[in-house]
């Protein structure tokens, strides 16, 4: 399984971005797949994330409203559209995927209550001035 990220750079406040996630060696059916971001000295962040082959998205209350998640199983690619950008919202900004048994507030957990994180990107980083 391996995941890219690419889509982040430098934009400045009220801009917009879509990030892109290019998955390999698995369909994104198989999976929960989501983003999350992490910026120095704070904690790791989930943004949204698709409920396996549901379909159902889940997008964090912080930035409800200004992301969407989507993919496209043909390109086998996840994507989140961020508007409105903010300068808190510069972080890196991760793609991830794996087994899950439920989602809530932009993350989705394994059976056992861990974060649905074993296969994650690089990474995309994302600066908002």
């Known amino acids: 399984v391996q995941l890219v990220e690419s889509g982040g750079g430098s934009v400045e406040a009220g801009g917009s971005l879509r990030l892109s996630c290019s998955a390999s060696?698995?369909?994104?059916?198989?999976?929960?797949m989501g983003w999350f971001r992490q910026a120095p000295g704070k904690r790791r962040e989930g943004v949204a994330c698709?409920?396996?082959?549901?379909?159902?998205?889940y997008h964090s209350n912080s930035m409800k409203g200004r992301v969407t998640v989507s993919q496209d199983h043909a390109k086998n690619t996840l994507y989140l559209q961020i508007h409105t950008l903010r300068p808190e919202d510069t972080a890196r900004y991760f793609c991830?995927?794996?087994?899950?048994?439920?989602?809530?507030?932009?993350?989705?957990?394994?059976?056992?209550?861990?974060?649905?994180?074993?296969?994650r990107g690089q990474g995309t980083q994302v600066t908002v001035s």
């Open positions: 991830a995927a794996d087994s899950c048994s439920y989602c809530s507030d932009g993350d989705c957990y394994t059976s056992g209550g861990a974060l649905a994180n074993k296969y």
């Open positions: 698709i409920f396996g082959d549901t379909r159902l998205t």
């Open positions: 060696g698995y369909t994104l059916s198989s999976y929960c």
